[in-house]
């Protein structure tokens, strides 16, 4: 099916910036929607970006957006999310998603996660 990795994590100062990266391997032709989410200790894993095939973006997470930018490169093997004016609150597991189409129709992928930790 799809793989997916992450990369790009680390610790920084509240105010820095990180661009995380994830990287799809395997059939990525069958790849829809891919997205971001992110667990913090003690939480639910909550969504925090997405974008579509065409390249449509949708931020669920409403304390990100103006902070956050997702995007993606033209193949659809990698989707990159900007962080910028990072908070301690956005101290979390990022982890990447991929919504597969046929003929996985109905399945995702997940990636193993990369650790933010923003320190104040």
């Known amino acids: 099916q799809v793989q997916l990795v992450e990369s790009g994590g680390g610790l920084v100062q509240a105010g820095d910036s990180l661009r995380l990266s994830c990287a799809a391997s395997g059939s990525i032709f069958s790849i829809l929607n891919m997205a971001w989410y992110r667990e913090a200790p003690g939480k639910q894993r909550e969504l925090v970006a997405l974008i579509t095939k065409g390249g449509n973006t949708d931020y669920a997470n409403s304390v990100v957006k103006g902070r956050f930018t997702i995007s993606k490169n033209n193949a659809g093997s990698a989707v990159y999310l900007q962080m910028n004016s990072l908070k301690p609150e956005d101290t979390a597991v990022y982890y990447c998603?991929?919504?597969?189409?046929?003929?996985?129709?109905?399945?995702?992928?997940w990636g193993q996660g990369t650790q933010v930790t923003v320190s104040s």
């Open positions: 998603k991929a919504d597969l189409g046929s003929p996985w129709y109905g399945t995702d992928s």
